[in-house]
């Protein structure tokens, strides 16, 4: 998957700023696509030169003027045209992982450290995710046929993080008994 098409599947409810759809990315889309702001960024600017999205500036008062991206509907062909295309598992790149393979170079207790750090990050980001679910689609019954989709999303991103506790969990306990 391209950034492109994350970007253009977020362009696709509503027109958004470069800085919306950053912060966005940090609380909703990181759990399963990262980019930075830098890379966004470009990323916008490439998809315009492209036609895939156009962007509509407006002025503020004491700042610089900030971008409104559409999608068009080359955009959309394009994101349709990716979306009918087969998938693959994306592989895992992990440091906890390569630490935890190699543990026993280190002491058990900086190990737990960073096991239960990781634990407590996956704890925060789970419950965040959860207010989210409660706070945009509880309230919104019933929902229209784009939140549902975007909640499939949502409840992964959920999924993924409780996986993470009980992995650490599980990974705590098992290393204390070492």
């Given at each position: 998957?391209?950034?492109?098409?994350?970007?253009?599947?977020?362009?696709?409810?509503?027109?958004?700023?470069?800085?919306?759809?950053?912060?966005?990315?940090?609380?909703?889309?990181?759990?399963?696509?990262?980019?930075?702001?830098?890379?966004?960024?470009?990323?916008?600017?490439?998809?315009?030169?492209?036609?895939?999205?156009?962007?509509?500036?407006?002025?503020?008062?004491?700042?610089?003027?900030?971008?409104?991206?559409?999608?068009?509907?080359?955009?959309?062909?394009?994101?349709?045209?990716?979306?009918?295309?087969?998938?693959?598992?994306?592989?895992?790149?992990?440091?906890?992982?390569v630490k935890v393979k190699a543990g026993?170079?280190?002491?058990?207790?900086?190990?737990?450290?960073?096991?239960?750090?990781?634990?407590?990050?996956?704890?925060?980001?789970?419950?965040?995710?959860?207010?989210?679910?409660?706070?945009?689609?509880?309230?919104?019954?019933?929902?229209?046929?784009?939140?549902?989709?975007?909640?499939?999303?949502?409840?992964?991103?959920?999924?993924?993080?409780?996986?993470?506790?009980?992995?650490?969990?599980?990974?705590?306990?098992?290393?204390?008994?070492?």
């Open positions: 998957m391209a950034l492109a098409h994350t970007l253009l599947s977020m362009l696709l409810v509503e027109p958004r700023s470069g800085y919306d759809i950053s912060k966005e990315f940090d609380e909703y889309v990181d759990c399963f696509w990262s980019a930075t702001p830098q890379q966004i960024y470009r990323e916008l600017g490439k998809m315009e030169d492209q036609g895939w999205i156009v962007a509509e500036t407006i002025p503020q008062e004491g700042r610089p003027d900030k971008k409104l991206y559409s999608i068009q509907e080359s955009g959309k062909r394009v994101l349709v045209q990716w979306m009918s295309e087969p998938t693959e598992p994306t592989p895992i790149r992990e440091d906890l992982m026993y170079l280190i002491s058990k207790n900086s190990l737990l450290r960073e096991l239960d750090r990781r634990k407590k990050v996956h704890q925060k980001m789970h419950a965040f995710l959860c207010e989210t679910e409660e706070q945009e689609f509880k309230a919104q019954e019933p929902l229209p046929i784009e939140m549902k989709f975007y909640q499939l999303t949502l409840r992964r991103g959920i999924r993924y993080q409780q996986e993470w506790v009980e992995w650490c969990e599980e990974a705590i306990e098992a290393i204390e008994r070492f």
